[in-house]
């Protein structure tokens, strides 16, 4: 989730190793919580908030790639379990592959992270309102929107 919210690997692993140090201390408080991947999720999604809004008000880091338009995604070869037998295959399966990035892009901030929590990350939607403290009805409507949206790009076949 890191590394989709951040669109950079290493500033995905920046901060998902600075939540791991922050949270070394708190072994304790963590053996105590029942669904602790969603719990872990919320302590990602903060830092990126919070790395994020020190950026924006900090001239100084607006050179910083953290964030940059860039995305390393289409990059990335495609998985080992994704190959086919056919060749026509991996080649429609990027090509879907290229095609919902261009469409996630189309969303706004807000509606990708519900989209990709939901999903993509499989979590419901009571639990992306915990993670990403906003009232159910608020996630739903984000979701509703999100998809409608994505259809209407991946339809039209403007990518």
């Keep these: 989730m890191a590394y989709r919210w951040t669109r ?4 995905a692993e920046d901060i998902v ?3 791991l140090i922050r949270l070394a201390d ?3 408080e963590m053996l105590q919580i029942e669904q602790l991947r969603p719990w872990l999720i919320k302590c990602v999604y903060r830092r990126f908030v919070d790395l994020y809004r020190s950026q924006e008000s900090n001239p100084l880091q607006a050179e910083s790639s953290l964030f940059g ?6 990059d990335e070869a495609p998985s080992l379990a994704s190959l086919q037998a ?24 807000d509606q990708r992270d519900v989209v990709l929590l939901h999903d993509a990350e499989g979590y419901s939607a ?17 979701l509703h929107r999100a998809r409608n949206k994505l259809k209407i790009f991946l339809e039209a076949g403007t990518f």
């Design 17 to 19: 190793q600075d939540v």
């Design 126 to 142: 009571s639990e992306v309102a915990e993670i990403l403290e906003e009232n159910i009805g608020t996630v739903k409507s984000r």
């Design 69 to 74: 338009i860039s995305s390393e995604m289409d």
């Design 26 to 28: 708190r072994v304790d």
């Design 86 to 109: 056919d060749p026509r295959d991996d080649y429609a399966q990027l090509d879907d592959r290229e095609a919902l990035l261009k469409a996630l892009e189309t969303l706004d901030d």
């Design 8 to 11: 950079s690997e290493a500033d």
